[in-house]
């Protein structure tokens, strides 16, 4: 029986075909085949010459430039393959012509590294769309933007884009899309003027940033930066000159209000050194015969010296409150005596003549009033009469801003002597 066994050349093939099937079964459950779908892996575009040697161009449909990629393999070789082994092309030379204008590119997948270790590999979908249009360039300005805030005590001033023009090239419909190029710099920090890089955006008409890679550019490898010009802050008082300011009859100025005493400017450090005060001319505030508060704007930015400017554009107009009063008057009687002879020449004697007292009225607001609370001090200027003789001159007094003498009052004074 055993040498039956041994010699039986059929059941020798059946055991080894039972084997290998054996070993399927145990590989499969051990190491099964299965598929994973690698998402949004991008699309290469092969052989793009075609279109650019005939002053044409292309663009995907919808900027649909990734697919989902579904490979199929044994679960330990899925394991090890990551996105980035995987490479999608699209020929140009294998288009299938849809119109003039449009054109379906098939696309192909390879897993770098794990060539004949998988069983297929599929995209979804399995083509891209393009569109074929003339190719165009155009020339654009260059605005400037910046992120962040810069040094206390330090205010951006001028920018400029460096380069300031870029020339785009592109599908035509891809270039009338940009209507804005920004060059946007980020200047937190900076306390001096100088160079930085930028960002270059491309924006459409709605304010939606516009994916560069449809463009060819002559910026080249250095890109584009900005030149930022950094001035220094001060805060400084205003002065206002009131002297065109005119009440009407029986009323007096009041008090004057206005917010802020102060305004924040910017300028260079040598500059700024120098400025103290800003003085707003009287030509700002000109009133004429007003009897009631009155509010006046002003736009200080007008007066502002060379190369000095507000850092807040939007604060130069001032609101000044100009408050008036009715007069009032008081009166005082002043004894004779009591008036101060002033700038008596050399060689003359002064003496008031026959008066005992001097009746005088003041005019002014009540405020101005309340503060002469006694008679003022009055004098006479003798300094322009050179003879001898009894001469009337006019008085005058020593008054709070305000008021004034009502009238002309004279005092009589007599010289005596020689002028030497």
Known sequence: MRERLKNNFGLKVLSLLFAIVLWLLVVNIDDPIGEVTFRNIPVKVLHEEIFTSKSSTYTIVDDKDTVNVTVSARRKVLSEIKPSDIIVTADIKDRVTNSLTEATLPTEVTIQGFEGEYQSAYTTPKNIDIEIEASTNKKFPISVTTIGTPRDGNVIGSMTANPEFITLAGGESQINRVKKVVAKANVSGISSSGQVDAELILYDENEKVIDQALFDSNLGKEGVKVDIEVLKTKEVPLRF????????????????????????VSGEESVLKELDIIDIPSGALKLNDISETTEVKVDVS????????????????????????????????????????ENTLAGLKANIGTV????????????ALEKLAEAPKVYVDLGKYTTAGTITVPLQA????????????????VLTGEQK
């Open 241 to 264: 000159d009131m002297s065109d300011i005119n009440t009407a009859s029986g009323y007096t100025l009041g008090n004057i209000f206005y917010e802020p005493k102060k305004i924040l």
């Open 302 to 341: 007008k007066y502002l010296p060379k190369k000095v400017k507000l850092v807040d554009d939007t604060a130069g107009t001032i609101i000044v409150t100009v408050s008036v009063e009715r007069y009032g008057t008081k009166a005082f009687s002043i004894p004779g005596n009591n008036v101060i002879l």
């Open 398 to 413: 020593e008054l709070p801003p305000g008021c004034t003498l009502v009238g002309n009052v004279t005092v009589p004074v």
């Open 356 to 367: 005992e007292n001097i009746e005088i009225q003041v005019k002014g607001s009540r405020a």
